[in-house]
């Protein structure tokens, strides 16, 4: 969609203060976190998978296809969101998919550590910060990374 609406560049982000995602972005790193430590690997992962389940509910209840007609600014503010969320989805995934979270982060054109090979710069206390993803970073297509099984 950002391909489509924004000829492939991450839109502005505007205040999304009335989408969910961020608040459940927060939310999810904490649970994270307590979950790890607790040696709880099946609820890391399942608060992550709840996370990506808001997501495609906010695609299906915000309807870009039909905002891209009638609201741009919605539309920049959904997207940005969903992106940013995806950026996050990236890093939470790093320990358990890292092949997976570095597709997702070369999608988005962004540098995660992958096994042994630090990125310059890089901190994951920086990093868990809502905005890490740039107004006009352009994306890459990539090919599908969960194919739905018939």
């Given at each position: 969609m950002a391909e489509k609406y924004f000829s492939g560049a991450v839109p502005p982000a505007h205040d999304g203060a009335q989408l969910p995602l961020r608040a459940a972005v927060g939310q999810?790193?904490?649970?994270?976190?307590?979950?790890?430590?607790l040696l709880d690997f099946e609820k890391a992962l399942s608060s992550i998978w709840e996370l990506l389940t808001l997501l495609n509910r906010c695609v299906d209840e915000e309807k870009p296809w039909v905002l891209a007609k009638?609201?741009?600014?919605?539309?920049?503010?959904?997207?940005?969101?969903?992106?940013?969320?995806?950026?996050?989805?990236?890093?939470?995934?790093?320990?358990?998919?890292?092949?997976?979270a570095a597709k997702i982060a070369k999608q988005l054109n962004y540098r995660v550590p992958d096994a042994g090979k630090p990125v310059s710069g890089f901190s994951f206390v920086g990093a868990k910060d809502w905005g890490g993803l740039k107004t006009g970073t352009m994306l890459a297509r990539g090919e599908t990374l969960f194919p739905v099984l018939a």
């Open positions: 999810t790193w904490s649970v994270v976190a307590e979950s790890l430590e009638t609201d741009t600014k919605r539309l920049e503010a959904v997207m940005y969101n969903l992106l940013e969320s995806l950026r996050h989805i990236s890093l939470l995934l790093l320990a358990f998919m890292p092949d997976v």
